[in-house]
């Protein structure tokens, strides 16, 4: 990373606030138990942690049956090792019984003696039990004091919000947050301001998760990796994570000195190398103590994944065919100032879609041979299974039983290898639902979601849960080669960038500078911030992050002020979206980005998205809607797919400019808070419609809203991009008399590239069609209408100058026509 010598900054909140340095001071027979909580970070990460476990009793039990749990796994793994006869569990040894001959369980155990002495003489079983039972007395100590800590928590959400903890998992975050900010004037629980905004909360939560995310989007963190034979591989487990946070934020020796502030030395450029020395150091000693430890950390994973998988497994075998979110999916898209359960949520909701984009690819070869297999496992336990059911006496022949679970096992690993018959998949409009949802995407996966490249680099966000076991088991190998080898190299880079992008700001403390979300300090000229940043290349987010952040922010906490460059930024944005949808699409609809995001939305997922906002609760639309206009003007709803509801684009796009105003989208503050700070009270007054709305229904409504305008932004950088292209290619196109086009592989490089997410696409990928469709069966499908319908106009307003092949389609898959 290129070195950008910028000084420790100290930056003013847009919002009052008293003057630097300034504190609040209230008389001392006023001050109430909540005056000046001394730690905010800490209190506001527990009173979030509680909403999130459901109260205090659900958090209170969970931290029990991990104790209890951590002792289970030991004494029962010690017990399984020294204290069983296996001779006898197994048959090989035979047992006189003076009153039955039947073998029971108790038999197969040891005698207290016998099995004492076997642990007593093992040297390993003694060290195990020695390190387990230090770390169970650390966790005691640690759960003794969480519950001292949340149990004042408990008292906060009881007295100061007025929230009996029956009640608390009905409240959302948001409501929460909202009396958080109200009961600031009453109790002043920070005293270096005089009100609290959304934003100061989130910093002090997200503090360093906004670090690590930074981190990861500048591509500063030793995660991806290319290996000989493997290619462009990620590896980023939650071993990993937890050494990155411990070097960098709370560990002996960190770069922090407590939760809210950076050391004055890593603050300033002159002993930079020094610094960058003594972190090297430190990197190395704990890539060591990791080494030191990894058999017994090894030890551990492989036996809480065995008891916490082997019953899932048995259940469910084809769950490890199933796919999950890796952790370095989660980080690339989560947005800076984003809480866990915003983010879960999030990519909750383009999980289905993303299952049925990775399912697109199929191999053909594994398809023949699962179903060879499944047919011959099949049969033969079919035959098993009708000889137990004739005579249940061959069940005790020995390993038949097994052989039936084996073979009910190998059958349903097969099946997951088996396309349905009747599926038909749209791999482009597919990557826009996924996009919709996960709002980041590398530029160069548009117009190649057919390809195997595009699919194996979205398989490092969504990988295999049996790859996530697999990582998570390796991790303790791992890792400290990772430490000692990779991060080391980069000390310079790591004290240059907390150097560079920390803000002390006032009534928070230090920050990182992205998690400002300042458009004109970090915006990107080909994320809609041209001419409105300042950045240099060092400074600007990568792939829009800087911008969707502050929209994602924005939309949800609808209360909040952002600066003036941001709320211009905001509302210019709102505004094009706006005008588009109201006047432009009836013109120009192929022109249209609102159109082809709209479009994109509901072609896949109807009712996920545009159609849950027209139908909406009925109060919502008879108070800014005016239905008689939108039926005058195009019709807003077909009835197709047997009941299903289809949005026209231009109906769904006035009723959603319409029902939210145009300068702030979702900023309905009247309902907001009437939600956050009238819920203790009787919200009279109130508009006839916020009694019908619940929480619920209006984060579905800002979700909604946000999926639009992530394609929206998708679609304009998309356009700055092939103007970029067109710039550099006009003269080769107008002079080829070959009139052939712009050579694909000029064409390929000269396309910007997300530095996260390098192109490894071959040449010949951008000239691919933008629309491939694939099926497992040819029948006509209503979906395959809908996406002919929209054959007219090219997703994302691309042009396709070459058309596809069939050739380019892969084997044993047809093309819908």
Known sequence: MAQFNTEYQRLEASYNDSPPGEELHVPEGMKSQWHHIENLDLFFQRVYNLHQKNGFTCMLLGEIFELVQLVFVVTFTVFLANCVDYDILFA???????????????????????????????????????ISGVFWLHRMVKFIYNICCYWEIRSFYTNALKMSMVDLPYFTWQEVQAQIVEIQKEHQICIHKKELTELDIYHRILRFKNYMVAMVNKSLLPVRFNLPFLGDMVFYTRGLKYNFELIFFWGPGSLFENEWSLKSEYKRGGNRLDL??????????????????????????ILYAFFSYTEVIKREPGS????????????????????????????????????????????PLLTVVAKNVAFFAGS?????????????????????????????????????????????????????????????????????????????????????????????????????????????????????????????????GDTCSFAQMDVRQHGHPAWMSAGKTEASIYQQAEDGKTELSLMHFAITNP?????????HFISQLKDKVH??????????????????????????????????????????SSQYVDN??????????????????????????????SSYPASHGLRYDHLTGTVGRGLVGSGSGSRAWEGQLTSMALSEYASTEMSIQALYIHELHQQHSRGDLSRHTWHR???????????DAEASHSLPHSSTFPCIATPHQQGASNNHCYAATTEPLTSIVRGQRSAHFPMGDWVEEVQGSDDELPPQIHKVT
């Open 92 to 130: 090989n040894k035979f047992v006189n019984h003076t009153v039955s001959s039947k073998v029971t369980l108790p038999d197969a155990f040891l005698p207290v003696d016998a099995c004492s002495a076997r642990i007593h003489g093992n040297v390993l079983v003694i060290f195990i039990l020695v």
């Open 276 to 301: 960058a020395e003594r972190l090297s150091s430190r990197i190395l000693m704990i890539g060591i103590a990791n080494l030191l430890l990894c058999p017994v950390i090894l030890v551990w994973q």
């Open 320 to 363: 490890l065919g199933a796919r999950c979110w890796s952790l370095y999916g989660r980080c690339y898209l989560r947005h800076f100032n984003e809480l866990d359960h915003e983010l879960v949520s999030r990519l909750s909701k383009g999980y289905k879609a993303a299952s049925k984009y990775m399912n697109c690819f199929m191999s």
């Open 380 to 508: 033969i336990l079919a035959v098993l299974i009708a000889l137990t059911i004739y005579d249940e006496d061959v069940l005790s022949v020995e390993h038949v039983l097994s052989s039936i679970t084996l073979l009910g096992v190998c059958i349903t690993v097969c099946r997951s290898f088996i396309p349905e018959k009747h599926m038909v998949f749209c791999t482009e409009q597919l990557l826009k639902v996924i996009l919709a949802h996960i709002h980041y995407m590398p530029d160069h996966w548009q117009g190649n979601a057919h390809r195997y490249e595009t699919r194996d680099e979205f398989a490092q966000l969504f990988q295999y849960k049996a790859v996530f076991i697999l990582e998570e088991l390796l991790s303790p190998i791992i890792t400290p080669l990772i430490l000692i080898f990779c991060l080391r190299r980069k000390s310079l880079e790591i004290i240059d960038f907390f150097r560079n992008f920390t803000v002390e700001v006032v009534g928070v």
């Open 559 to 567: 209360l909040w002020q952002p600066p003036r460059e941001s709320t």
């Open 579 to 620: 005008r588009e949808a109201i006047g432009g699409l009836q013109e120009a609809p192929v022109d249209s980005h609102t159109y082809t995001s709209i479009h994109s939305l509901q072609s896949e997922e109807p009712h996920s998205l545009i159609a849950n906002l027209l139908q909406g609760p009925p109060a919502l």
């Open 628 to 657: 008689d206009q939108l039926l005058a003007n195009h019709k807003s709803v077909a009835v197709v797919d047997g009941g299903s509801t289809m949005c026209s684009p231009i109906s769904t796009s006035r009723h959603l400019h």
């Open 733 to 743: 196109q107008d002079s080829d008399d070959s009139s052939e086009g712009v050579n």
